[in-house]
């Protein structure tokens, strides 16, 4: 690249997560500040490719620390172990890094996909997975278009996987853990922040951005938001993805659909219920 990335991070006066996110006292603002949701900036152009946010995300939520080797052209994805992964794409412009997680979708699939409202799109933005709610159906993970959800298979207690913006430190007024320790390329604030900075750094520095925000429209819109020198199809993105929210193709027909239909969820979340509360009780008299 014609700038290197730590000369442009300098040069435009970043220090550290200062620029999104916070007020003038130097704290974290609180979700209650804003009604719309808030999410996470990526900036490619600047990513070292350290894989700092992967090893704190894993500490974080107890999951193992991340082993496999980054190579370029070798695709590694989130997993039952594993919520944030980067991987090393060789481009027209060099070696370029890209962050892969769960995206947060405004009007996430996977949440309409719910039965049992386990998968959660949260007020604050992040779309969390509620275990006491889940039954199980895994439909969640069929109908995201950015195959992000993970189910742990070999657990005799099994989980879905997910990146969730680290919303239990959200709601109290901090940085998601990838955010505060990378503090480069991760940036946290609400979207329209996000995305008048990302437009604000297109226009400032042309030569540094393809004319693009991932993540402004696609699918509906997402809380985590792109910025990369260059085009998707170079950086592992899947160009086929709709701007219309996946949610929004299947609203007319549940207009249609028989009232039993809808009454089913209810009855599953029941079950699901019942039967945990009797597995409750057989374990307690063991």
């Not at 900036?43 to 350290?50: H, K, R």
């Not at 969390?128 to 889940?134: A, L, P, S, V």
Request: proline content about 6%; charged content about 25%; aromatic content about 10%.
């Amino acid at each position: 690249m014609s700038i290197n990335r730590r000369s442009f991070f300098k040069a435009i006066g970043i220090t550290g997560m200062t620029i999104i996110g916070f007020n003038s006292s130097g704290s974290p603002k609180s979700p209650d500040d804003e009604t719309e949701f808030h999410g996470v900036l990526y900036d490619s152009s600047i990513c070292i490719g350290c894989r700092a946010c992967e090893k704190a995300c894993a500490k974080a939520h107890g999951l193992p620390e991340p082993e496999d080797e980054m190579k370029p052209g070798v695709l590694r994805k989130t997993s039952e172990k594993q919520r944030c992964v980067v991987n090393s794409y060789e481009t027209e412009q060099g070696e370029v890094y890209v962050r892969n997680q769960c995206m947060h979708c405004n009007e996430p699939a996977c949440a309409a996909a719910c039965l049992t409202k386990a998968m959660y799109k949260t007020k604050e933005g992040p779309v969390i997975w509620r275990e006491d709610k889940c039954m199980g159906c895994r439909y969640c993970m069929i109908s995201c278009p950015f195959d992000v959800p993970k189910f742990d298979y070999n657990s005799t207690n099994p989980k879905i996987q997910k990146c969730d913006m680290c919303y239990d430190r959200i709601v109290k007024g901090e940085l998601p853990v990838c955010v505060e320790t990378c503090g480069d390329a991760l940036f946290f604030g609400t979207r329209r922040e996000l995305i008048a900075e990302a437009r604000k750094r297109i226009t400032e520095w042309p030569e540094m951005y393809v004319d693009n925000i991932y993540g402004e429209a696609v699918a509906g819109g997402t809380g985590y938001l792109y910025l990369a020198p260059v085009p998707q199809n170079e950086l592992g993105f899947d160009t086929r993805l709709q701007n219309s929210s996946y949610p929004s193709l299947t609203k007319s027909f549940l207009y249609s659909v028989p009232s039993v239909f809808v009454l089913v969820p209810t009855l599953l979340l029941g079950i699901h219920e019942a039967t945990k509360s009797k597995q409750n009780k057989n374990e307690n008299h063991d």
